[in-house]
C-alpha cells in the first residue's frame, strides 16, 4: 500500500507533480496566441503590397495596388498576352472569389514554363499579393486553394527509357 501523507492521500510521483505545472506553460502559450493583433498589411511606400508566384517552372512576381482593375503582364494587357478565355479566368479567380473585382490594378513580370503554367503562377502571385494587402481575406483565399502552390512539375527522363516512364517499342523478332 502507498505510504500516506498528513493530507490522506499519496505523495504524488514525478510526473504527477510536473502536470500542474505544464498545464499553466500551455494556458499561458494559448492566452498569448489569442492576444496577438491581427495581421499588419504589408505595403510599400508607393501604395503597392509585392508577392512571387510559382507553377511548374513559370515565376510571376505581382505588385498590386488599388486601382481600376487593369492586369498587365509582361508589359502587355492580360488580354494581349493570354489570349486564351480559360487562362484569363484563371488569372481572375482570386480577385472574384475576394469580391475586389475593378479595385486593384496587378503589374506582373513573368517567366519560364508555358502559358498555362505562366496563368497559374500568376494566379498565385495575385492570391498572396492581395494576402498582404488584406490580411481579412485569408479564409476566403485559403478555402479556394489559391494560395497554395501547386508543386507538379514535369518528372524528369530516365535512362534506358523513351520518356520518364514510358519503355521503347518491344520486338519480339
Known amino acids: 500500500m502507498a505510504m500516506e501523507t498528513e493530507t490522506g492521500a499519496a505523495p504524488a510521483t514525478g510526473a504527477e507533480a510536473a502536470a500542474p505545472q505544464g498545464l499553466e506553460k500551455l494556458a499561458a502559450l494559448q492566452t498569448e496566441v489569442v492576444e496577438q493583433a491581427p495581421a499588419e498589411p504589408k505595403i510599400d511606400a508607393q501604395g503597392r503590397s509585392y508577392a512571387t508566384g510559382k507553377r511548374k517552372n513559370a515565376i510571376a512576381r505581382v505588385w498590386l495596388k488599388r486601382g481600376q482593375g487593369l492586369i498587365t503582364v509582361n508589359g502587355k494587357p492580360r488580354n494581349e498576352y493570354f489570349a486564351r478565355p480559360v487562362l484569363q479566368m484563371i488569372i481572375d479567380q482570386p480577385i472574384l472569389a475576394a469580391d475586389r473585382d475593378a479595385q486593384f490594378d496587378v503589374i506582373c513580370t513573368v517567366k ?27 479564409p476566403v483565399l485559403k478555402k479556394g486553394g489559391f494560395l497554395t502552390r501547386d508543386s507538379r512539375v514535369v518528372e524528369r527522363k530516365k535512362y534506358g527509357k523513351a520518356k520518364a516512364r514510358r519503355s521503347f517499342q518491344f520486338s519480339k523478332r
Open 112 to 138: 519560364g514554363g508555358g502559358l498555362s503554367g505562366q496563368a497559374g503562377a500568376v494566379r498565385h502571385g495575385i492570391s498572396k499579393a492581395l494576402l498582404l494587402f488584406e490580411p481579412d481575406l485569408r
